[in-house]
């Protein structure tokens, strides 16, 4: 999407923040996976959620200024939706299982 804007849009400001929000949910699960507790895990998992959420923002920002059509919008943004309904549970269950002692899991 990134290289679309860029190339054939010539957009740059917004296309960068997509990049950036976007590569960052990413990375940041991929912290999780070897996180030093579970406090850190949902930390990290829920910096990964404001994150999928802000690139939603970007994605519908495009839209509107008419970067990005319908038929585009509608497709990543329904992908984006489906992260941030999946990473909202994640991070639900282990802020409940944050609750739990050590020895229970």
């Not at 579970?38 to 802000?54: G, Y």
């Not at 329904?78 to 020895?103: F, G, H, M, Y």
């Amino acid at each position: 999407m990134s290289k679309y804007l860029n190339q054939d849009k010539q957009e740059y400001v917004l296309s960068k923040q997509l990049l950036r929000s976007g590569t960052a949910i990413g990375a940041l699960v991929r912290e999780a996976e070897h996180a030093e507790s579970r406090a850190d895990f949902a930390h990290k998992m829920a910096i990964a959620l404001k994150e999928a959420n802000e690139t939603l923002y970007w994605l519908e920002l495009l839209h509107q200024a008419d970067y990005i059509d319908v038929r585009g919008f509608n497709s990543i943004s329904q992908d984006c939706i489906e992260l941030l309904k999946l990473l909202t549970t994640i991070v639900k269950t282990a802020k409940s299982n944050n609750q739990l002692p050590i020895d229970n899991c």
